[in-house]
Each structure stands twice: as structure tokens, then as C-alpha cells.
């Protein structure tokens, strides 16, 4: 079983190692992701051509932004917080395609 990273850095340091480029197929977003609490910061996300690039720092004109703290982030991570629930609780906000939120989920394999 794969160890899933204590801290958003190291996930988002690790995520294009886990990216599936089938599931994304001809998929292209910018998604940014801020995360508050200890430990946050904001990230950036790119899926274009079969490939996924992370950053930290903002992106321009995002398709997605997610808004959540850490540690509901981290709880997401580890399966610990179902997705649609944070969503449907307001625990994780979101601006703009919300449809990429569920796509992101299927990008990605930990």
C-alpha cells in the first residue's frame, strides 16, 4: 500500500507521478487549489496532452478553483472525507467548472 503524504506539499510534489494519462485522455484544465489553515497555500494544476504539471502559486484564469483547509484536503486524500459530502457541507468551495472536480478525481490513482 502506498504511504499518502502528511503535508499538501509533498502531495502535490508527488501528484504527477500518480496522473493517469488514459483517464484524462484529450482532457485540458487549469485548476488552482487554496488551501487554508497550517501548512496551506495555493497550488496550480495543469492537465493538457496527456500530461500533468503541478505548481505552487496561483494560475491564470483557472477552469476550477477548490477552497478548502488542510486538513479536510489531507482527510479527502487519505479517503477519509468523501467528496461530494464536502461539497454538499460546504466544507470545500469551489469558482468556476465544477464538472473538473469530478473528473480530477478519476486523473489521478494513489
Same mark, same amino acid.
Given at each position: 500500500?502506498?504511504?499518502?503524504? $502528511?503535508?499538501?506539499?509533498?502531495? #502535490?510534489? *508527488?501528484?504527477? /507521478? ?7 485522455? =484529450?482532457?485540458?484544465?487549469?485548476? *488552482? ?5 497550517? +501548512?496551506?497555500?495555493?497550488? !496550480?494544476?495543469? @492537465? /493538457? $496532452?496527456?500530461q500533468c504539471h503541478v505548481h505552487e502559486g496561483a494560475v491564470d484564469k483557472p477552469d476550477l478553483t477548490l477552497r478548502m483547509t488542510v486538513?479536510? #484536503? ?7 472525507? $468523501? !467528496?461530494? %459530502?464536502? @461539497?454538499? !457541507?460546504? %466544507?470545500?468551495? &469551489? %469558482?468556476? =467548472?465544477?464538472?473538473? +472536480? ?5 486523473? &489521478? %490513482?494513489?
Amino acid at each position: 500500500m502506498t504511504r499518502i503524504p $502528511d503535508t499538501p506539499q509533498e502531495i #502535490f510534489a *508527488q501528484m504527477p /507521478a500518480y496522473f493517469q494519462p488514459e483517464a484524462a485522455g =484529450n482532457d485540458r484544465a487549469r485548476l *488552482q487549489f487554496d488551501l487554508s489553515g497550517e +501548512g496551506g497555500g495555493t497550488w !496550480s494544476l495543469e @492537465v /493538457a $496532452d496527456g500530461q500533468c504539471h503541478v505548481h505552487e502559486g496561483a494560475v491564470d484564469k483557472p477552469d476550477l478553483t477548490l477552497r478548502m483547509t488542510v486538513s479536510d #484536503f489531507l482527510a479527502m486524500i487519505r479517503g477519509e472525507l $468523501d !467528496s461530494m %459530502k464536502a @461539497v454538499m !457541507s460546504g %466544507k470545500i468551495g &469551489f %469558482k468556476g =467548472n465544477i464538472a473538473l +472536480g469530478m473528473k480530477l478525481l478519476k486523473w &489521478f %490513482k494513489y
